[in-house]
């Protein structure tokens, strides 16, 4: 599944069809079963030569499948009988099983709580466990034109009232071209990734100001390997004063260009409709290895199959929200993170007319005219992301 010849096939079909031409996309909601007790998105995006297949669903922590594969009829089959067994390992496959390139997952497993407790250090509140959330249905949520849906929970026990008035919510945007996401962050996008939206809204914080955490993992099959790479952005004017870019990147073993990515800017939003001012700050632990310490979704063991285990290697991740500004979230009740995941390399923003004419008017014109050769020479290389440069 994993042979190096089908990661750099990959490379090359998406290089050749997604970003370039874009992709049809379809949603489909439980495909083949007629029951919303259970949430399972299929998010289709068919290219020329190939598709990409996503697998949004519920059952067990809310998690993501990501399958590409070098056929566009590529079809996603799901034995639901199996599959809401206790041994569902197997009740999900691509058809033709040959067509498969490489497969990917996401994971969000926990949220945690914490306060500062001086001088104690952070005291941390019950963890909320993301596979012990009870899931409203997505089914009517689905937006078929805007290729939305939204997947918006509870947890099941909630013994602090926490959640009495608030929900904890993962909005899901799917995309057919490149383009750049309108409310901030205003992350750009390929027509080979969706956007994923983390929602915290109404839940009561349990502490004086206190902050939240998200945890999630990532299954990668053998032969690649993610790392977290954090880059200074260079294009200011969407999200002024956030200049780093960070990404969980999916590498071949062999170490050529990647193969998937979650691409997010460090800062997230208390405000539904986010202003600058309203910037919470984002921070990221360490990766770390995970197998065997983390519970693996139904869905991703009826994928992987039993053997994902030892087959495949789970990392984790923290993501912290607040900071010094700790008080934000207890003041508005709402949380709001953006991230990006999609297939290949992780779009990247290039110097935008705006930052070029205020570089050009601090430094003065020498710097600059070398300034903007330097642009140029970007422009051509990411002349695909072109279309979205402001017009201004
Ligand atoms: C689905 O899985 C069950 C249990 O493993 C099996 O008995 C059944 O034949 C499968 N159905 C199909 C259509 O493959
Ligand atoms: C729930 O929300 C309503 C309206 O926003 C607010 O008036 C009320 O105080 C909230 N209750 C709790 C327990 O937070
Ligand atoms: C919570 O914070 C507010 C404002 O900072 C402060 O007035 C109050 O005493 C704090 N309460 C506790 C229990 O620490
Ligand atoms: C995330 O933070 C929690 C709480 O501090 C900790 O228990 C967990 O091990 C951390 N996970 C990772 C992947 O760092």
């Not at 087959?311 to 900071?323: E, K």
Request: net charge negative; glycine share 8%; with cysteine.
């Amino acid at each position: 599944m994993a042979a190096a010849a089908g990661l750099a096939l990959l490379a090359a079909l998406l290089a050749a069809a997604g970003a370039e031409r874009g992709r049809k996309v379809s949603m489909e909601y439980n495909p083949g079963w007629n029951s919303s007790s259970v949430n399972l998105l299929h998010v289709r995006a068919v290219g020329p030569e190939d598709s990409l297949h996503y697998v949004w669903s519920s059952i067990g922590a809310p998690s993501v499948l990501l399958v590409a594969t070098q056929s566009p009829s590529s079809a996603l089959r799901v034995n639901w009988t199996q599959l809401l067994s206790p041994n569902p390992a197997g009740a999900i496959w691509i058809e033709p099983p040959d067509s498969v390139v490489y497969s990917t997952a996401v994971v969000f497993t926990k949220l945690f709580e914490f306060s500062e407790a001086k001088p104690l250090g952070e005291l941390f509140y019950p963890t909320y466990d993301l596979s012990e959330f009870s899931w409203d249905s997505l089914n009517h949520t689905l937006n078929h034109t805007a290729l939305t849906a939204e997947l918006r929970g509870v947890p099941a026990t909630d013994p602090s009232g926490a959640f009495s008035n608030g929900s904890l919510a993962f909005r899901v945007t799917a995309y057919e071209g490149s383009g750049r996401a309108g409310p901030l962050p205003s992350l750009l996008h390929t027509a080979d990734s969706s956007q994923l939206e983390f929602v915290l809204a109404g839940v009561a914080p349990r502490g004086n100001g206190s902050r939240f955490l998200l945890q999630l993992a990532t299954v990668e099959p053998a032969g690649a390997a993610r790392r977290l790479r954090a880059l200074s952005s260079i294009d200011d004017e969407y999200t002024p004063s956030i200049f780093q870019v960070l990404s969980l990147l999916a590498e071949p073993r062999n170490g050529s260009s990647p193969l998937a990515f979650l691409q997010w800017k460090a800062t997230a939003y208390g405000s539904p409709s986010p202003r600058r001012e309203d910037g919470i700050r984002c921070r990221a632990g360490g990766l770390r290895q995970a197998n065997g310490s983390l519970p693996v979704p139904a869905v991703l063991r009826a994928y992987f199959g039993d053997t994902l285990g030892s087959s495949c290697t789970v990392s984790a991740l923290n993501v912290s929200f607040g900071g010094e500004e700790g008080q934000v979230y207890q003041e508005k009740r709402y949380l709001s993170w953006s991230v990006l995941l999609g297939f290949g390399e992780p779009p990247q923003d290039t110097f935008s007319p705006l930052v070029i004419s205020i570089t050009a008017v601090a430094l003065g014109t020498p710097l600059a005219v070398l300034l903007l050769g330097s642009c140029l020479v970007l422009l051509a290389q990411r002349r695909r992301y072109s279309e979205y440069e402001p017009i201004n």
